[in-house]
């Protein structure tokens, strides 16, 4: 049974799934007064020991059915036929391996899909996880999405030619055709739950996500018309309606913060008063609680009509800034550059001025949002934390570059929330070169923003 559940947990974690040994003793001391016909109690001793969040669940099921279920294998039996039959397969099986060994790459390619064939899909699991999170160096000015594309054109090819040799395997013996025709089946459809393994990403579970496509705009009023449609006198009164809203919100944050909630029992305090009354605790003291302030990341595309919304956030949550214990700020098109500097020592039109005069900013290159979320993990991961509220403003348009979703989810394990607001209407989400149905799936929340009234009713709830 160990060796079984070690192979299991080894499985897991090629497709991305974190099993330690620990966990893997301690599911099999759980199993050991288990009879294995119960096989329902069987399968939720494994998840709960193997499934740390629900978010995994959706993975852990698909390793749990691949493993238990599609590869239990052909039954031998007594029937000689069918021994001869999985004798005569798997030595054509083997001649097809030998002669992809002569190049080593596509020979251990060879070797995992059949393996996976056999029964043990770990190798096949781990290559297409690598698939999945490749990281490929391009030259600088040069960028492509082929990687992973070649990749996986590779995976179908090996796929295909041993598809081919499997159906060329004759069913001319009378003793082993029957047997050989089951086995030759079994193989396809194995290779076809492959094939789709590769085809699809795997997604991580996301019930929690909250999504706000916006409600319909009445393009009348300043409150609800998209800022890349605003004309100077527009501008000036967007930022009268602006400030009123900013003094609003300092009013009310300030009382929120000045004013203590009642928080558990303070039972130290609560006993040295009772001193006073001969021991009897007639005053109740509770603790006091302080709500506490969030650090706030903002990362901005400044592409197209985006810099226009993006402004105006920044330009918001500057001006609250002693409402949160810390900013930092970032634009990107297709790099990251931090710009908190800007808005802590200039005003928004002169900071505005000199972000867009930076040498250091490329404007006219294409956006690339996964070249900008492995650049912020690695380069400013150390600054998340479980206090940090993420906020990415941009369309998630990444003109088909690789979108790196995995990343996202990397990021999310270090953070507290992540929220993305879409410049656009709910109706173009995805839409195009739209990456943002990928991303959803690591995030929070996701909500249009793309006037006045989104922007003050985010920053609303955000603040209180």
Request: aromatic content about 8%.
């Amino acid at each position: 049974m160990l060796t079984g559940l070690v192979k299991f947990a080894a499985c897991c974690r090629a497709y991305g799934l974190m099993v330690s040994p620990g966990e893997v003793l301690d599911c099999a001391r759980s199993l050991e007064s288990l009879e294995f016909t119960d096989q329902s109690r069987f399968k939720t001793i494994i998840r709960a020991h193997f499934i740390k969040t629900i978010r995994h669940r959706n993975r852990f099921e698909e390793v749990y059915k691949l493993f238990f279920s599609q590869h239990s294998g052909f039954s031998m039996g007594p029937d000689p036929g069918k021994a001869r039959a999985i004798e005569k397969l798997n030595l054509a099986l083997e001649n097809q391996a030998r002669k992809a060994d002569k190049k080593q790459e596509k020979g251990k390619l060879s070797r995992a899909l059949l393996d996976f064939l056999r029964g043990d899909p770990e190798p096949f699991l781990a290559r297409v996880q690598a698939i999945h999170t490749r990281e490929e160096e391009t030259p600088r000015g040069f960028k492509s999405n082929l990687g992973p594309l070649s990749a996986k054109l590779d995976v179908l090819l090996t796929a295909n030619r041993i598809r081919q040799q499997i159906t060329g395997i004759p069913e001319t013996d009378s003793g082993t055709g029957e047997a050989v025709r089951q086995m030759k089946n079994l193989y396809h459809s194995s290779l076809d739950r492959a094939l789709a393994i590769l085809s699809r990403e795997p997604v991580s579970q996301n019930i929690a996500l909250r999504q706000d496509p916006g409600s319909p705009l009445d393009p009348g009023r300043i409150r609800e018309m998209p800022f890349s449609s605003l004309s100077g006198k527009d501008l000036d009164q967007a930022r009268i309606l602006m400030d009123r809203l900013v003094k609003k919100l300092k009013d009310k944050a300030g009382r929120r913060y000045r004013t203590r909630n009642r928080g558990g029992l303070d039972v130290k305090k609560t006993l040295g008063r009772a001193n006073r009354f001969q021991g009897i605790p007639l005053e109740i003291i509770y603790k006091k609680k302080i709500p506490a302030k969030a650090r706030i990341i903002a990362l901005c595309d400044v592409s197209g009509s985006v810099w226009s919304t993006a402004r105006f956030m920044l330009q918001l949550l500057y001006a609250l800034e002693e409402c949160f214990s810390q900013i930092k700020s970032f634009i990107f098109v297709a790099e990251l550059t931090e710009i908190s500097g800007y808005f802590k020592d200039l005003d928004i039109d002169r900071a505005v001025a000199g972000i867009l005069k930076d040498p250091g900013i490329n404007l006219n290159e294409r956006t690339d949002y996964g070249s900008v979320l492995h650049d912020f993990l690695e380069n400013h991961g150390s600054d998340l934390n479980m206090k940090t509220t993420l906020i990415i403003l941009g369309d998630g348009r990444s003109n088909y570059y690789n979108p790196r979703a995995h990343i996202l989810e990397q990021i999310r394990e270090k953070c507290r929330r992540i929220i993305w607001l879409i410049p656009e209407p709910g109706r173009l989400w995805g839409t195009g070169d739209s990456e943002i149905h990928t991303y959803k799936h690591h995030c929070h929340e996701i909500r249009t923003c793309m006037n006045l009234k989104h922007l003050t009713d985010f920053v609303r709830e955000l603040v209180l």
